[in-house]
């Protein structure tokens, strides 16, 4: 089951304001737009925009970077010990989505 982003908030307490919050800075600075729901007209949906979706790519790429970076000093074999791990991990978390 995924969790939408309110429910995480709320369940550490701080709720969908927060949520808004943080929308309403993204829209200032440009990284994201909101789009009314066709489906219900109540509903605003949040979507990144091209310039947040530049950004997002970025910090990706520099992200990737520092792991690589990070996980260079390891095996081919290593490397892999440690994704064994990880994943039966995650499985017993509930995670499916790397069967």
């Given at each position: 089951?995924?969790?939408s982003p309110w429910?995480?908030?709320s369940s550490r307490g701080s709720g969908g304001f927060a949520a808004l919050s943080c929308a309403n800075g993204e829209c200032a600075k440009g990284l994201v737009e909101r789009v009314r729901d066709?489906?219900?007209r109540r509903s605003v949906r949040i979507r990144l925009t091209e310039h947040g979706k530049d950004l997002a790519d970025q910090a990706m790429d520099a992200h990737l970077r520092d792991y690589e970076r990070i996980l260079s000093v390891l095996t081919p074999e290593?490397?892999?010990q440690i994704?064994?791990?990880l994943?039966?991990?995650l499985e017993a978390q509930g995670d499916t989505a790397l069967s």
């Open positions: 089951m995924q969790r429910r995480r908030n066709s489906a219900d290593e490397c892999e994704a064994s791990g994943r039966k991990v």
